[in-house]
Nanobody, 123 residues
């Protein structure tokens, strides 16, 4: 599966963005989808993931209550709604796919990655 992210940009603290990740192919619903991010000088970290049909989600503690992951299997797209953004949310955001049912938190468990989209939050 090939993944392409959209929707990054520059936003003031307290603002919001919606990231999208479009997947190629006809088997999108076969994949658990995740969002990760990597800030300058830091390791890539888990943000959120969603089960194949969207019934289960998990979030990093740092984004819980502010970010929402969702998916539309008819459109082969996964979304990440980012609300109440903080300067520490500044990072390149990546979507990732893992075939099967396991909701992994580790980036190494996701074989497929997009190119990333930059989110910059100014104070």
């Amino acid at each position: 599966v090939q993944l392409v992210e959209f929707g990054g940009g520059l936003v003031q603290a307290g603002g919001h963005l919606r990231l999208s990740c479009a997947a190629s192919g006809r088997t999108f619903s076969s994949y658990v989808m995740g969002w990760f991010r990597q800030a300058p000088g830091k390791e890539r970290e888990f943000v959120a993931h969603i089960s194949r049909r969207g019934g289960s989600t998990n979030y990093a503690d740092s984004v819980k209550g502010r970010f929402t992951i969702s998916r539309d299997n008819g459109k082969n797209t996964v979304y990440l709604q980012l609300n109440n953004l903080k300067p520490e949310d500044t990072a390149v955001y990546y979507c990732a796919a893992s075939r099967g049912d396991s909701l992994y938190f580790q980036s190494a468990q996701y074989p497929y990655w997009g190119q990333g989209t930059l989110v910059t939050v100014s104070s």
